[in-house]
């Protein structure tokens, strides 16, 4: 028997081809992150716009949304403190995404350039877009649930198919959040070395 290896094994190719897809797939990732918080708060700001109208409109008309309110019920949506806590929390944890996704785009513009600040870049977006993506999913949640309650309760109608809480579409938003944050950890040392 041969003491020569029947397929010789290299190594350093696997590097090589991480390295060479991880920068675009960063900017990618970089740019989705970008597009996506933006997006969390352009969806929330005409929500929160449209209940603060509420309590205005139903005062003006209790039958403003289709059905009779009474007026104890339209006493609690003047100031919907929770709404807007919640609303609050998600704009603050979509900054924070937005600063992580501007982090790892600096990480893999630096990649081309000057190498010397990339890896502690992609280490600390590892270790903390784990924490924002629970952040961001938590704080949906919490406001899906309480910007539903509002709603039903100043139409007095609960819309079919919903529920109090979006749990399917938070458990994507999470997935979607925390793949980037595995990507560059699994993939990040093999492309910034």
Known sequence: MS???????DYATL??????????????????????NIGLVWLIV?????????????????RAYGREIAPATIATLRQPVRLWASAALLITAA???????????????????????????????????????????????????ENHSFWVAATRHWPVGSSEAPYLSTAILFGCAWLPAWWARKYGGAAAG
Do not use: E
Not at 15 to 36: D, M, N, Q, W, Y
Not at 129 to 138: D, E, R, S, V
């Open 46 to 62: 005409p929500q929160m716009h449209r209940a603060a109208w509420a309590h205005h409109d139903l005062m003006q008309n209790p």
């Open 95 to 145: 900054a924070f995404g937005l600063l992580l996704a501007i982090n790892l785009m600096c990480a893999a513009i630096q990649m081309g350039r000057d190498a010397t600040r990339v890896p502690h870049r992609l280490r600390a977006y590892a270790r903390l877009k784990p924490f924002g993506a629970a952040a961001t999913a938590l704080s949906f949640l919490w406001f899906g649930a």
């Open 3 to 9: 003491a020569r290896a029947l397929q010789p094994l």
């Open 15 to 36: 590097a090589r081809g991480v390295a060479s897809h991880f920068r675009p797939l960063a900017l990618l990732f970089a740019l989705l992150g970008i597009a996506a």
